[in-house]
């Protein structure tokens, strides 16, 4: 397998994923094989996609977007994507991802954060950007990837401007520190907040691929995270092809049958997912299982939340494999913990460091804290793919390092092996399958119905999702909680946020419980849905 080489300082993340693969003799084997979600199969060579992503850098040239300036994808898995992401990674411009299920006030949030120049869509999904347009000042091009004509001077058909360009491109020398990805994160408060890296992460993202997922040059590798989120990119992108490996992406959605013949019949080596689609998988009938040959599959690895032991013990049992859980976030752009071959597995515990990374377990006031004693997951400032900022909101990113340690927002403990286990969030994210969804933004969003009059989300343990969102509603007056009302609450939060947003159970309360400085008591909510004692609630506003 090629080892990624950095020459002439060239970081550019774009070329070291096509280009240099070509010029290291590669450019004839097989980097994608696409299989659209009707089953059809394209593949693409590493000449290939160096084409396609220059001919894309030089549309972006054509338009007058260049170094700096932020692009977006917002489509569904489609081989445009990865044109799309490596060229304008090529063109040095700041690349963002949206997943293609948020709803209005998501894509608002980031668009406009971003001040996004350029949005590389479908028609069907373009409608959503037409409708918040006005709130976008700074777009200035949509590009349509299957329409045939130009819609409008700035709205404009894919194929038309690759076909007007050329496919030979100078990729600019690019230093470590220009920025490269964006992807925006939920916090608890406020809106979602725009993760910035450096095309120095490929450094990080290449050595967890070959050290952690183990790759090999004869592998085919299968990511079944899509590139709205940071293991789409960081694992179904930039890892395994900075290095050379083929890759398999599926346009189509979870199906067990389907996935376990594509996992047989194309040959897969190493596959990536997360620990919901594995829950899911468990709940299939095993007769399934038995029927597919699994020979080739060598590992399978697991991301996005806690892997459950009863998971590990499944993937034994019925497949005959171990499955590896990795532990990494937005922030850190690639793994930082992760159980992996070499390495006996402790079910249910995150695994050990990779190399050249130091976590700790640090007190609430600041010290490390010995072996076994709970406390705050950080880890030690300064790895290759550690983010560069929050765009925009330098107080934020200042505030998650303290003396030379970044904290994560994850509770954790270290057992006297080494090995690290999770314990949770320390703050009220929700992580609902891998995915962070902001109980503020929820609740936001809630409250533009003109029924709502207060609105308070968790999140509560669910044997699939990890968690899953949970809101308590009070009404205005003159309106009652009904099976229609509750549906337009759920349709209303999947326009707004997103799919994954939407709550899987809606409880009418008289009030919300907030302090008496009108903040929402989370905390107190979560004791009541799981029937636990709330504490303390001499701060509550009034008594429940």
């Not at 080489?5 to 240099?20: A, E, K, P, V």
């Not at 520190?177 to 290449?206: E, F, M």
């Not at 009652?480 to 939060?493: A, C, G, V, W």
Request: proline share 5%.
């Amino acid at each position: 397998m090629s080892q990624i080489i950095i020459t002439d300082s060239q970081f550019n993340i774009g070329w070291l994923c096509t280009g240099r693969q070509c010029t290291a003799g590669l450019g004839e084997k097989l980097a994608m094989r696409w299989v659209s979600p009707r089953f059809e199969r394209q593949d693409f060579s590493f000449a290939d996609l160096d084409r396609l992503s220059n001919r894309f850098a030089n549309v972006l040239a054509s338009l007058g977007v260049g170094k700096g300036e932020v692009i977006f994808t917002f489509l569904p898995k489609a081989p445009e994507q990865f044109t799309a992401f490596l060229g304008g990674l090529k063109a040095e411009c700041i690349v963002g991802t949206l997943f293609s299920n948020f709803g209005d006030d998501a894509l608002v949030d980031r668009l406009a954060d971003s001040r996004a120049r350029l949005v590389v869509t479908r028609k069907n999904l373009y409608r959503k950007i037409e409708r918040v347009r006005d709130q976008l000042p700074a777009l200035k091009v949509v590009i349509l990837t299957d329409a045939d004509e130009d819609i409008s001077s700035n709205v404009l058909s894919w194929n038309h401007l690759m076909s007007a360009v050329s496919d030979g491109y100078v990729v600019p020398v690019t230093t470590p520190d220009t920025p490269s990805v964006l992807h925006y994160t939920s916090g608890s408060t406020g809106k979602p907040k725009g993760v910035l890296h450096r095309h120095r992460s490929v450094l990080q993202q290449s050595r967890t691929t070959r050290e952690v997922l183990g790759l090999k040059a004869d592998d085919l590798f299968w990511c079944t995270a899509d590139q709205g989120w940071v293991t789409g990119t960081s694992y179904g992108i930039i890892g395994p092809w900075s290095l050379g490996i083929s890759q398999m992406h599926f346009g189509g959605g979870y199906s067990a049958q389907h996935w376990f013949e594509l996992l047989q019949n194309e040959g897969v080596t190493a596959w990536y997912t997360a620990p919901t689609a594995l829950r899911m998988l468990m709940r299939e009938d095993c007769d399934l299982f038995r029927k597919i040959d699994l020979t080739r599959l060598r590992s399978i690895f697991s991301v996005g939340e806690p892997l459950n032991p009863e998971v590990i013990v499944w993937g034994r049992d019925t497949l005959g494999k171990d499955i590896y859980d990795t532990w990494f976030q937005t922030e850190t752009g690639a793994i930082m913990i992760a159980n992996r071959p070499g390495i006996p597995i402790r079910p249910g515990s995150m695994g050990k460091p990779v190399k050249e990374i130091e976590p700790g377990i640090l007190a609430d006031d600041g010290p490390p804290l010995p072996d076994s004693e709970h406390g705050n997951l950080c880890v030690r400032s300064g790895w290759d793919s550690m983010f560069s900022t929050y765009l925009n909101n330098d107080t934020a990113y200042s505030s998650k390092f303290r003396d030379g340690w970044y904290h994560t927002g994850d509770m954790a403990w270290r057992d006297a092996d080494g090995y690290y286990w999770f314990l949770g969030r320390s703050d009220d994210v929700i992580n609902t399958s891998g995915h962070l969804v902001s109980p503020f933004e929820v609740e936001s969003a809630l409250l533009e119905l003109p029924e709502v009059a207060e609105s308070g989300v968790i999140g509560a343990p669910d044997e699939l999702l990890f968690e899953k969102v949970v809101a308590f509603v009070s009404f205005h007056p003159g309106f009652e909680f009904t099976p229609e009302l509750e549906l337009k609450i759920r349709l209303h939060i999947a326009n707004r946020l997103s799919s994954i947003a939407i709550p899987q159970q809606v409880f009418p309360v008289d009030t919300v419980p907030k302090n008496k400085s009108g903040k929402i008591m989370r905390r107190v909510l979560k004791a009541r849905y799981l029937g636990q004692d709330a504490g303390d609630i001499s701060t509550l506003e009034e008594s429940l």
